[in-house]
Antibody, heavy 121, light 106 residues
Framework: EVQLVESGGTWVQPGRSLRLSCAASGFTFDDYAMHWVRQAPGKGLEWVSGINWNSASTAYADSVKGRFTSSRDNAKHSLSLQMNSLRPEDTALYYCAKDLAPTGEGGFDVWGQGTMVTVSS | SLELTQPPSVSVSPGQTASITCSGP??????ASWYQQKPGQSPVLVIYRDDKRPSGIPERFSGSSSGNTATLTISGTQAMDEADYYCQVWASSTYVFGAGTKVTVL
């Protein structure tokens, strides 16, 4: 079964750091780009970051650029998102998603259930 | 950065056709994808690369693109199609989502 399982979400104070993880199974992980997408409570989807199949290329939304870093470990079939200098507006459900293509442009055909990050004092 | 415009809501009677548009500058030069999201659930890809349907997605879902507008069409809409729908495009090495359209089946 193709599956993505996110973890690491929790409550954190503004300015602190947090690391999210995504465990992939059921497909050839290193054949595809991977992404993080978030959804604030009651709001729409926002793409956060993407990383291509071999980590040679990463991209970020302007809202997180310079604060968040995506990485992947193909040997462990895992994706990570390091989030620094967190702000209240980063509060959201964070989804891990698989791209249809190795370098992006494919659309996201597999999504995890999400992990909730709450940034508040 | 690129902004995609979707109607906030669309209402449709069961069995009728619902059309959801997604507009943005230069959209015609980019592939659009569409996602369905029901309350409390993760998004589901229903259309990719403008008009391709993933396996398992009913044939009543179709996509098209012309000029600066991409369109998701649901033919013979069913009650189970009531959901939020988001368009998405790849632009300058980043992805952009539209704000979403709530489809209500009356």
């Amino acid at each position: 079964e193709v599956q993505l399982v996110e973890s690491g979400g929790t409550w954190v104070q503004p300015g602190r750091s947090l690391r999210l993880s995504c465990a992939a199974s059921g497909f050839t992980f290193d054949d595809y780009a991977m992404h993080w997408v978030r959804q604030a409570p009651g709001k729409g989807l926002e793409w956060v970051s993407g990383i291509n199949w071999n980590s040679a290329s990463t991209a970020y939304a302007d809202s997180v650029k310079g604060r968040f870093t995506s990485s992947r470990d193909n040997a462990k079939h895992s994706l990570s998102l390091q989030m620094n200098s967190l702000r209240p507006e980063d509060t959201a459900l964070y989804y891990c998603a698989k791209d249809l293509a190795p370098t992006g442009e494919g659309g996201f055909d597999v999504w995890g259930q999400g992990t909730m990050v709450t940034v508040s004092s | 950065s690129l902004e995609l415009t979707q109607p906030p809501s669309v209402s449709v009677s069961p069995g009728q056709t619902a059309s959801i548009t997604c507009s943005g500058p230069g959209l015609g030069a980019r592939y659009a994808s569409w996602y369905q999201q029901k309350p409390g659930q993760s998004p589901v890809l229903v259309i990719y690369r403008d008009d391709k349907r993933p396996s398992g997605i009913p044939e009543r879902f179709s996509g098209s693109s012309s000029g600066n507008t991409a369109t998701l069409t649901i033919s013979g809409t069913q009650a189970m199609d009531e959901a939020d729908y988001y368009c998405q495009v790849w632009a300058s090495s980043t992805y952009v989502f539209g704000a979403g359209t709530k489809v209500t089946v009356l």
